[in-house]
């Protein structure tokens, strides 16, 4: 597996393990960690290994040996209002997995991680982005290298542990994209969708049910599919330097802030990953997205196709 970006993996395995005899290994502190990191850790109590994968049934089919689940349509969103899971309801949640102060969270997932990332997104806006790492790659790497899964539910004593302070700047609403499309506002528009999605060609991916009744992006918009971020043969991120390559070929260089979304906020949470924590760039993420976006009175777009929604 490669893992050729600013963090040196030789480096961290030999520092961390090379004293590692009765003790356990220490907490990763980088964004991302390796297999084989997570392979030297899965007895380690300081570490907990959570899925959260788009599939939802696919934890019980077999999953990272002491891995916890956590349920996207459940668990990380608010049951009543279109929101992100609330501070009172996530703080249960991190306390049931077993997550204290000095907990190192691996996070990972099917689909190159998408999901993950938007759970490590969730993380960081609690204010725990101190403690949630990636495991690159997600369950395809687990998977390419025949690692063992296990299909038992994992048991954790739970925690008393206390949210700190968040970081709600993390988070772009419909009010600040608009002022990006206005330009009343210094900021750079990422739209991870598809080319089709983007143009205006489709209403959304084929089969999903989150709609929007108008095609096309928002004014302004760089379109670079967050599908790029990664390679699709391992599901582990591309390097530093052709990320930097990837955003700077189409004029986003960390010289201003960025906003990205996509259709409900998921897809662009990884690209607000790389973004922010490979590459160090000032983001947000827009989680309200073109489903908000686009259903929104008085918010322009950009729809080069032409299309109009029938409700057919």
Known sequence: MKFARSLNVAAIIGATFSLVAAAHAAPAKEPLVTHEWVQKNLENPKVRVIEVSVDTGVYERGHIPGALNFNWHNDLVDKVNR????????????????????????????NNNWFAAWGAWIFH????GDQVRLLDGGRKI???NK????????????????LPDGKPNLRARLADVIAAADKKADVQLL???SPDEYQGKIFAPEGVKELSVRAGHVPGAINIPWGKNVNQETGAFKSVEELKKLYSDAAIDGKKPVIAYCRIGERSSLSWFVLTQLLGYDAKNYDGSWTEYGNSVGAPIANLAGTVWTGK
Not at 83 to 110: C, H, M, P, R, W
Not at 125 to 128: A, E, K, V
Not at 147 to 162: G, N, Q, Y
């Open 125 to 128: 806006t609690y204010g725990l």
């Open 142 to 144: 687990w998977e390419l």
């Open 191 to 193: 739209d991870i969708r």
């Open 147 to 162: 690692l063992p899964v296990d299909t038992k539910a994992a048991s954790v004593k739970a925690t008393e542990f206390k």
């Open 83 to 110: 929101d992100i899971v609330s501070k009172a309801n996530f703080e249960k949640l991190i306390q049931s997995a077993g997550v204290d102060k000095d907990t190192t969270v691996v996070l990972y997932g099917d």
